[in-house]
């Protein structure tokens, strides 16, 4: 069975400083990984993805991935937060063959930018 | 180009009551899928339909239901509501099988 684990349920830092947010995921299949943003009372917005090729994927606002299939991780980075970043991100993943249609969810990250 | 559209924003229900959730897609996606997020639950699966036809379904009981209609609009009925049904529930869209799903902004459904 897939799964995805959020290492961090809450990640503090201030403003210009650089961020990490980890995801593990867990697989006997080959599959797609995905990073979205929830802003307070909004739906999940698409941050980049994953699907094959170079391993290092760029995405909106300045955020970058990179996927590690030895490790079996995909975190999220940014070098410089801002504090319109501050939000609720997730880590997702979907079967990469036979698609299921259901895309597996972390438990989240809620980024708090300080100024 | 508009993106996913969930109607109504808020439904605030009685317990036993039925709820019923719209969602239009991303134009050209044929395929619409639900997820629920309830408080300390995260984000659960629950419906994929593509084509009219529900594809796959999540780990809910059967009055959990919903359908999709030719111009790929799709509805989620929940039946005999209970507390633990209060959530954010969420649609989303893809091209027909497609590996990317573009989220709407959710219908927040709160039963009293």
């Known amino acids: 069975a897939q799964s995805v684990t959020q290492l961090d349920s809450q990640v503090p830092v201030f403003e210009e400083a650089p961020v ?4 593990n995921y867990s697989s006997s299949v080959s599959v797609y990984l995905f990073w979205y943003v929830q802003y307070p009372n909004q739906g999940l917005q698409l941050l980049l993805k994953y699907l094959s090729g170079s391993t290092l994927v760029k995405g909106i606002n300045g955020f970058e991935a990179e996927f590690n299939k030895s490790q079996t991780s995909f975190h999220l980075r940014k070098p ?11 880590c997702a993943v979907i079967q990469g063959s036979g698609n299921t249609g259901k895309l597996i969810f972390g438990q ?3 980024l708090q930018v300080k100024p | 180009e508009a993106g996913v559209t969930q109607s109504p924003t808020h439904l605030i229900k009685t317990r036993g009551q039925q709820a019923t959730l719209r969602c239009s897609p991303i134009s050209g996606h044929t395929s619409v899928y639900w997820y629920q997020q309830a408080l300390g639950l995260g984000l659960q699966f629950l419906l994929w339909y593509d084509e009219g036809e529900e594809r796959n379904r999540g780990n809910f009981p059967p009055r959990f239901s919903g359908r999709q209609f030719p111009n790929y609009s799709s509805e989620l009925n929940v039946n005999a509501l209970e507390l633990e049904d ?3 529930y969420l649609c989303a869209s893809s091209l027909a099988g497609a590996d990317t ?3 709407g902004p959710g219908t927040r459904l709160t039963v009293l």
């Open chain 1, 20 to 23: 990490e947010l980890r995801c």
């Open chain 2, 86 to 88: 209060s959530a954010l």
């Open chain 1, 108 to 110: 989240g990250t809620t």
């Open chain 2, 101 to 103: 799903q573009y989220f």
């Open chain 1, 80 to 90: 410089s937060v801002h504090i319109s970043d501050t939000a609720e991100y997730f």
